[in-house]
């Protein structure tokens, strides 16, 4: 029986990066295939192709042994195949409707029936658990939401080949769940799915075979995971060996640097306190939807707060916005990275200098562009960020990359007192997670206080001195690093009484 799809030694070059390199595996009708890398290794540009966004330079796609052709989207899809993309495009004015209807119309329903388009979408969503309005526009869902929309597609269309491209990065548990249902359901429908991920966890949950690129080529195919240790896949992916990614180096703290007394605003269901020393790595733990970022946003005065007392080195302040948080050496780097701080016009150098420009311009400073260029390239180097130089217009590095790239820009910033990591290591691959966590450490070393708030319980564990758990918008508890443990962090972290979530996570 031939494949269902075979790529057959497919090559890709763009101007200063060769992204594929004679790249050639196969996914059966019926296989979950994983397809994983660092950031950069040209997952994306895979399925670009595949999604006839992108034409190779070399090689071949088969369809069940045959050579297929995608010099356009609209021929990768009439072709039965459905790729979601890592950056989803969307017209923010369409509503769930439209968007799903998007590309088959007028066949199926034809504009006039909107009626009847609506009511099927409506029980396509409630069929697969996804809570939506059909008549909600694209441009308020939450990108989860969209995510939802597009994968809503593929199934509408009946697409045999699914392709999803990092699609839990911005997901919640419950989200999260309802997609792997899918999923699995369409497996046992026999299509053949490609599944991008950087966490381990859920290639193995989902996924029966798995190939590895590094470079823009293949490593490696397995073709049963179950027999591959995932020792082995990290040192595939990345080269060389990681025995201890978190790399933990304990160190000396001072005294307390922020101190929050009893903050309450949006977000919080009972007012908030905590405290963090220099030198110290707290962490913040929950599931998504705790209440975390929130609480966050109100101590850095990104949302306002209702009450509380902030303290900043035993002096009382009250940080109005997050510009004057910043000028008092308080930064956050937000969650939402890419949709809050990327300059996608701007070069990968000028979007690392960003804040520290703010600075200076303020300060009545010139720019200076050698210490900007020495910045840029320190943190290109420290975080591997893949890129052909620093002049490299940020928007076309890859995702993981590009959050690498704002991530510095935090990291970056000087005389900082306090940094706050909103999930630091969203998106991002082994490999460079270790960097990160060795920024961390630094900042810290040099009387930083910092706060990390992570959904990722291994990364809690590993990295933080001391661990806050916040559940449904309040703190529940606090664990010093000697006392915590995975069913310690998640007792606190899940809703009381709640046990199916507990079976959950
Ligand atoms: N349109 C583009 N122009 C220039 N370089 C690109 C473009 N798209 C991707 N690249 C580069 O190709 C390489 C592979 O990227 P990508 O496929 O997005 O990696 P992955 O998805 O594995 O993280 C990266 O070095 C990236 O910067
Ligand atoms: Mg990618």
């Not at 005294?255 to 903050?263: G, I, S, Y």
Request: hydrophobic letters at 40%.
């Amino acid at each position: 029986m031939s494949a269902t799809l075979r790529f057959d030694n497919i090559g890709k070059v763009f101007p200063g990066v060769r992204a594929l390199d004679g790249v050639s595996f196969e996914v059966d009708a019926g296989q979950v295939h994983g397809l994983m890398g660092e950031n950069g290794a040209g997952k994306s540009t895979l399925l670009k192709i595949l999604g006839g966004e992108y034409q190779p330079d070399s090689g071949r796609i088969l369809m069940d042994g045959k050579e297929v052709r995608f010099p356009s989207a609209a021929a990768s899809i009439a072709a039965g195949v459905a790729v979601i993309h890592q950056e989803l495009q969307y017209v923010p004015d369409l509503t769930v409707t439209e968007n799903l209807l998007l590309g088959r119309l007028p066949s199926a329903f034809g504009w006039v029936n909107k009626r009847g388009a609506k009511r099927f979408v409506q029980e396509r969503l409630a069929q697969m658990g996804v809570d939506l309005d059909p008549n909600a526009r694209l441009g308020r869902l939450s990108i989860a939401q969209r995510q939802m929309v597009e994968i809503c597609k593929a199934l509408l269309r009946n697409a045999r080949v699914i392709a999803l491209d990092e699609p839990t990065s911005s997901l919640s548990h419950r989200e999260t769940e309802v997609l792997f249902k899918l999923v699995r359901e369409l497996q046992a429908d026999g299509r053949a799915l490609i599944y991008i991920s950087h966490r381990m966890d859920e290639i193995y949950e989902l996924c029966t075979a798995c190939t590895i690129f590094r470079d823009g080529r293949k490593v490696t195919s397995h073709p049963s995971l179950a027999e591959v240790k995932r020792d082995t896949i990290v040192k595939e992916m990345v080269g060389r060996e990681i025995t201890d990614i978190y790399g933990y180096r304990p160190r000396r703290q001072g005294e307390v640097r922020l101190a929050v007394e009893a903050v309450e605003g949006h977000g919080l269901a009972a007012p908030a306190s905590f405290s963090v020393r220099a030198g110290e790595i707290l962490g913040f733990f929950g599931l998504v939807g705790a209440g975390r970022s929130e609480l966050m946003r109100l101590v850095y005065g990104a949302e306002k707060r209702r009450g509380g007392q902030l303290t900043l080195d035993g002096a009382p302040t009250d940080v109005k916005s997050p510009t004057h948080a910043i000028r008092q050496g308080i930064v956050l780097c937000p969650e939402d990275r890419k949709e809050e701080g990327i300059v996608a016009m701007a070069s990968v150098a000028e979007n690392i200098n960003i804040s520290c420009r703010r600075h200076e311009l303020r300060a009545g400073l010139f720019l200076n562009r050698k210490k900007e260029a020495e910045t840029a390239d320190r943190f290109i180097k420290l975080l591997k960020i893949k890129t052909p130089s620093r002049r490299q217009k940020i928007r076309l590095l890859s995702g993981g990359n590009q959050q690498k790239a704002i991530l510095s820009r935090w990291l970056a910033e000087p005389d900082l007192k306090v940094v706050i990591l909103d999930e630091p290591t969203r998106g991002i691959d082994v490999g460079a997670k270790h960097e990160i966590y060795n920024v961390i450490y630094e900042l810290a070393e040099r009387g930083c206080a910092v706060v990390m708030v992570s959904s990722e319980l291994p990364e809690v564990l590993g990295v933080s001195d001391r661990i806050v758990v916040m559940r449904e918008g309040r703190i529940s508890g606090e664990l010093a690093r000697g006392e915590a443990s995975e069913p310690a962090l998640l007792e606190l972290a899940l809703p009381q009484g709640g046990r199916a979530a507990r079976e959950a996570a």
